[in-house]
């Protein structure tokens, strides 16, 4: 495995011995080659938080891990713990900087200081959203030319039912020439889990708690976008993980 592959993986391991996954013999073993391995990298000794120098075994970890909170907290602080660990310089934020250079925020003048700046930051996490919902459709889409992939009948209601809706109100642009544009994380996520043994070879170790943990986090904020809520930065920290991981783990 890549650096990238190895980080994914650890994070994986993690999360589990932080939330309910029970700790193998297997998993400390490989807990310890990753640890090993990873320090071959400047990187990941530059940027390795405190908790993997101190902790040697992942029981240690997850005692450490029950003084962040719930599993909520423990999966929020991992996030932010890993972030540094697989960003680098070719980020969506050298894009972002540039499309805000280029845009006249001039008719935002009216606005106060702050909304104005919350504004900017929510279009990176519109951005960042925008590419991992279209980043999982291109995967789905090309699996599909080559697999028979079934889609899940309350899936096919949902794309049913926005057709149906988009005939109705000639004013809604037409989506895109596929039924997955009618799909959000939450069916995406089904149409993946729902063809397990099809899609499964493509996640680290074939893991579906893994999709599953990461489709409902950028559900929820989607939700807050779509809401024009405010996006906090560990949710953004969050974003930018998830952003690393999917593009790496689907090669895209």
């Avoid at 005692?63 to 929020?76: H, N, V």
């Avoid at 310089?89 to 935002?108: A, K, M, P, R, T």
């Avoid at 794309?159 to 000639?170: G, M």
Wanted: hydrophobic letters at 35%; charged letters at 30%; one cysteine or more.
């Amino acid at each position: 495995m890549n650096y990238t592959e190895n980080i994914e993986r650890l994070k994986i391991l993690l999360t589990g011995a932080s939330t309910d996954v029970t700790i193998t013999s297997e998993n400390e073993a490989e807990y310890k080659s990753l640890k090993n391995e990873l320090n071959k990298s400047a990187k990941f000794k530059t940027n390795q938080p405190k908790e993997f120098k101190i902790c040697v075994t992942l029981q240690e970890f997850r005692r450490e891990m029950q003084a962040k909170g719930g599993y909520a907290e423990r999966r929020k602080y991992i996030n932010e713990i890993f972030y540094p660990l697989i960003s680098d310089e070719n980020s969506l934020l050298d894009s972002i900087e540039e499309i805000q250079q280029n845009v006249n925020f001039g008719h935002l003048n009216l606005l106060p200081q702050d909304i104005q700046q919350k504004g900017r930051e929510m279009s990176e996490v519109y951005l960042y959203l925008y590419c991992i919902e279209n980043s999982l459709r291109i995967f789905i889409e090309e699996i599909m030319k080559t697999e028979t992939v079934n889609i899940p009948r309350k899936v096919q209601d949902t794309i049913d039912k926005l057709k149906k809706s988009e005939q109705e109100s000639k004013y809604l642009p037409i989506r895109g020439n596929s039924d997955l544009f009618y799909c959000d994380f939450i069916e995406l996520g089904k149409i993946i889990v729902g063809n397990w043994i099809i899609f499964g070879k493509y996640f680290p170790k074939q893991n579906e708690h893994w999709l599953n943990v990461m489709v409902d986090e950028l559900y929820k904020i989607r939700c807050l976008v779509a809401h024009n809520s405010y996006v906090g930065n560990d949710e953004r920290d969050a974003l930018k993980v998830y952003y690393k991981s999917i593009t790496a783990q689907l090669q895209l």
